[in-house]
């Protein structure tokens, strides 16, 4: 077994799409509408299945926000350059939403190097230095 996919609802799928695309260097991988189901979903990665897992962004029509929870954690994603990373967010920030939560620095305890941002719809990723 593995992971095929995480889905999160967004509120704006194109607004989301431009943020994962241009500031995390994700591709789009395929696009689904679904208008009788009130609903579209856009699969994003730094691969396709199987080799890679995918991001699912699934926008229901006519909801334009979400309550995050208490148990939604993070993403996390690898990088050869967090604090490159982070900049990439900071430059997009302006027109697609996001921030940088926590700059680039090693995890408290030990040396990996990770950043914190979060995406136009406040879920949190971490940036994390591989390589």
Known sequence: ??????????GNL???????????????LRTVQRPEQRYDL???????NPEHAELELTYNYGVDR??????YGHLAIGTPD???ACEAVRRQSAALGGAVTREAGPVQGGSTVIAFV???????IELIQRG
């Open 42 to 48: 856009a699969y994003l990665g730094y691969g396709a």
């Open 118 to 124: 979060t995406d136009p719809d406040g879920y949190k």
């Open 82 to 84: 967090v604090a490159a």
């Open 66 to 71: 979400y309550e995050l929870g208490t148990a």
């Open 1 to 10: 077994m593995h992971i095929l996919h995480t889905m999160l609802r967004v």
């Open 14 to 28: 194109q607004r989301s799409v431009d943020f994962y695309t241009q500031a995390l260097g994700m591709t789009l």
